[in-house]
């Protein structure tokens, strides 16, 4: 069945670091790619997505490519703030068959703190 | 403003009781997901509904219940056969097409004294 695997840290870096959160996917069909972002005590945000391969999501900073030949979407930030410290998820949406919506997917999450 | 509201978002319960959740969306979504979050564990999917009056069980489904009467309200009920219910809940909401995204509430944290 469909399924995401992620990098699960936790991962601590310093200010102004470069990110790489690892996403990879096992899915039948042509899925659509997201990460989400949660900060403590709080729902899941859309960071970022991407619905065919060789998208390029893109949102604060944050970019990460829908690699159908790898199966990955590796998220990444070239220079990480304090404000970036949260916990990380990466999601599939499976494909619409006819009427049907399907279910989502997610990684188990990455924890980044990033201290100043 | 559209989106997602769960209530409440603290809830004790003692043990043996039945406690129900509530979230209600006014994006005209025809989907909606109950998740549970464990800390490490990430989000583990309880039930999902795609259409008023249908819904389907996830991969934790035991010892919850959930109806689906109204497009914009997915209630969780938690009862007293789930044997661990202490966590977040989440529910979110997600539009027709595959290519769009879920929204998520606030969350509801569930805590058993």
């Known amino acids: 069945g469909d399924s995401v695997t992620q990098m699960e840290g936790p991962v601590t870096l310093s200010e102004e670091a470069f990110l790489t959160i690892n996403c990879t996917y096992t899915a039948t069909g042509y899925p659509s790619l997201f990460w989400y972002v949660q900060y403590p005590g709080e729902g899941l945000q859309l960071l970022l997505k991407?619905?065919?391969?060789?998208d390029k999501g893109s949102n604060k900073g944050f970019e990460a490519t829908y690699r159908k030949e790898t199966t990955s979407f590796h998220l990444e930030k070239g220079s990480v703030q304090v404000s970036d410290s949260a916990v990380y998820f990466c999601a599939l949406s499976d494909q619409n068959r006819g009427s049907t919506l399907g279910r989502l997917y997610f990684g188990r999450g990455t924890q980044l703190t990033v201290w100043p | 403003d559209g989106g997602i509201t769960q209530s409440p978002k603290y809830l004790f319960r003692k043990e043996g009781q039945n406690v129900t959740l509530s979230c209600e969306q006014n994006?005209?979504?025809?989907?909606m997901y109950w998740y549970r979050q464990d800390p490490g564990q990430g989000l583990r999917l309880i039930y999902y509904s795609q259409i008023v009056n249908d819904f389907q069980k996830g991969d934790i489904a035991e010892g919850y219940s959930v109806s689906r009467e109204k497009k914009e309200s997915f209630p969780l009920t938690v009862t007293s056969a789930q044997k661990n219910p202490t966590a977040f809940y989440l529910c979110?909401?997600?539009?027709?097409?595959?290519?769009?995204?879920?929204?998520f509430g606030q969350g509801t944290r569930l805590t058993v004294v």
């Open positions: 994006l005209n979504h025809d989907a």
């Open positions: 991407a619905t065919k391969a060789d």
């Open positions: 979110a909401s997600k539009g027709s097409v595959a290519t769009t995204e879920a929204f």
